[in-house]
């Protein structure tokens, strides 16, 4: 099923899109994904959402359609692009050929025209995604340059003079002065040539237009990712949305079991051999010790919550995380425990106060939940001296710092989600409020974030921001007598039918079917 994301910053025009796709989806192999006002909005939704066909207005406030374009194709270089325009513009017909767009469609649109236009899209992501025509021997000895080119530079077996002759000989690729990193999926479309040849031209369809990697499936063990770009940040956005397609486009069932393994940033060409190990340790971790998906060196080398210079080497984020509200009490005597001599009890206990006065700074949210004591670090020997004042800071940090629940295995980010949570739930009324907003805050780049808050709470972004909006929208309808335009604004919509399309969707009553139902039985 091909997903499709409508960018149109006008909403009746946007209406009529989503109804014509809706409809269409009950015909075509396709289905309605989202929509965005604008080109910056749309950018930060399909990180996440990955849509197959994008249809977009050219003429739009804050990030025009061209330029939308030109990034969506750096994030997603298979998607399919329609424009619609209301202006017969020469320089925008211009600008659509220069991103490849599938279509330039003028206002109104017609059904008939956009009919077409969407089975034409179709058409070409099927040939594109299962193309049967036999690989070519030269297509096939270019793979087979690519793996052998990987291995050598993965086994530090060659020179540097060797690494850019050749990267510029067989890849026109200009490797000097970059930043590297090596990606590693595990590869389980190795059982035949003919699987191998089908599963590596959809690997062509999906990166073979990014000039920042070289890939090869050839091996029998790994999927080989070598990125690299002018600086660190740009080469761990590059790698992390290369891992969120590989786990979007080729995990689409659970026995297919895709893992990603990320291996640390670095800037000499003879340290990737170093990266391409680190990726290969963590990859092996998958499934045994480690359960999301994607696994990153940066990511297990950033400083968690547990103090460097903590001599007990206990991890309380970790700890907090794991508790179930039963279990607090549990924890709670573990801290209370004597730790041999009074002088060590007492150090035990300060450093377990530093750790919690850390936790809840970080969290970004200092309301009255906690005992005030605990922020004033003059206090906290004074504490650890005294029983039931240790025992009462104990009861109310965790109690605070437990209030949000992430898998385990992301306890080092503990802080960040709970940061970010906290943002979000004060903002999300607000109707710019984006995934690039959210990571902006929590010092992230977009993939990275949207990477670490779906692992940790199996839910994206979008989910979790639509849901608390729709719980808002709830108390709305059954406690005011607001106009459903009023509720739709006030929970951060600017367009109120998409409100009710997305009401419905999510509760399966419109809401005013909602307000009906639950108002007469309040």
């Not at 003028?106 to 034409?120: A, D, F, G, H, Y």
């Not at 990606?183 to 003919?194: E, G, K, P, T, V």
Request: glycine share 2%; hydrophobic share 40%.
């Amino acid at each position: 099923m091909y997903k499709t994301f409508i960018v149109e910053d006008e909403h009746l025009i946007r209406d009529s899109l989503r109804t014509q796709i809706m409809k269409l989806s009950q015909q075509y192999n396709i289905s309605y994904a989202g929509e965005a006002s604008d080109g910056e909005m749309a950018l930060a939704s399909i990180i996440e959402l990955q849509p197959d066909i994008i249809i977009s207005d050219i003429k739009m406030p804050f990030m025009d359609g061209i330029s939308f374009a030109k990034e969506a194709r750096k994030i997603l270089p298979w998607c399919r692009i329609i424009f619609v325009s209301g202006f017969d513009d020469f320089e925008y017909a211009k600008g659509a050929i220069q991103v490849q767009a599938d279509n330039y469609l003028l206002k109104p649109i017609k059904n008939e025209e956009l009919t077409r236009t969407i089975i034409e899209a179709i058409k070409n992501l099927d040939l594109a995604k299962q193309n049967k025509l036999s690989k070519s021997e030269s297509s096939l000895f270019s793979d087979v340059q690519k793996n052998n080119f990987l291995d050598e530079l993965f086994k530090n077996e060659l020179t540097v003079s060797e690494i850019l002759d050749n990267a510029n000989k067989l890849f026109q690729c200009q490797l000097a002065g970059k930043n590297y990193t090596v990606l590693l999926a595990n590869n389980h479309y190795n059982d035949s040539l003919a699987d191998y040849t089908q599963f590596n031209k959809y690997l062509d369809y999906l990166f073979l237009a990014n000039p920042n990697v070289i890939f090869s499936s050839m091996s029998s063990h790994y999927i080989k990712f070598l990125v690299f770009t002018n600086n660190r940040i740009s080469t761990l956005e590059t790698s992390y949305q290369i891992a969120n397609t590989l786990i979007h486009e080729l995990d689409q069932n659970k026995a297919d079991n895709i893992a990603v393994g990320i291996g640390p940033v670095v800037d000499r060409l003879s340290d990737i051999a170093f990266s391409f190990e680190n990726a290969q340790n963590l990859l092996a971790t998958y499934g045994d010790v480690r359960t999301e998906k994607i696994i990153s060196f940066e990511d297990d080398m950033k400083e968690g919550e547990l103090s460097p210079t903590h001599p007990f080497k206990m991890d309380l984020a970790k700890e907090i995380a794991e508790i179930s509200t039963n279990d607090h009490e549990h924890l709670i005597r573990k801290l209370m425990q004597t730790q041999g001599s009074h002088d060590r009890t007492r150090m035990f206990r300060f450093f377990i106060l530093t750790e919690l006065r850390g936790l809840i700074q970080r969290r970004g949210d200092l309301d009255e939940s906690y005992s005030t004591e605990i922020s004033n670090l003059d206090d906290l020997l004074t504490i650890a001296n005294h029983n039931e004042k240790y025992q009462a800071v104990l009861v109310s940090a965790i109690n605070y710092l437990s209030k949000t629940k992430i898998q385990p295995s992301m306890s080092k980010y503990q802080s960040v989600i709970n940061q970010a949570i906290n943002f979000i739930n004060a903002n999300y009324t607000d109707p710019d409020i984006s995934l690039n907003s959210v990571a902006d805050t929590v010092s992230l780049s977009p993939a990275h974030f949207s990477t670490i808050f779906s692992q940790s709470l199996n839910q994206t972004f979008i989910e979790y921001l639509t849901a608390q909006r729709i719980k808002y929208a709830k108390i709305l309808l059954t406690n005011s007598n607001k106009r459903l335009a009023e509720i739709a604004l006030d929970i951060g919509y600017n367009d109120p039918n998409y409100f009710s399309f997305l009401f419905k969707k999510k509760q399966g009553l419109s809401p005013t079917e909602y307000r009906q139902k639950f108002s007469d039985q309040a």
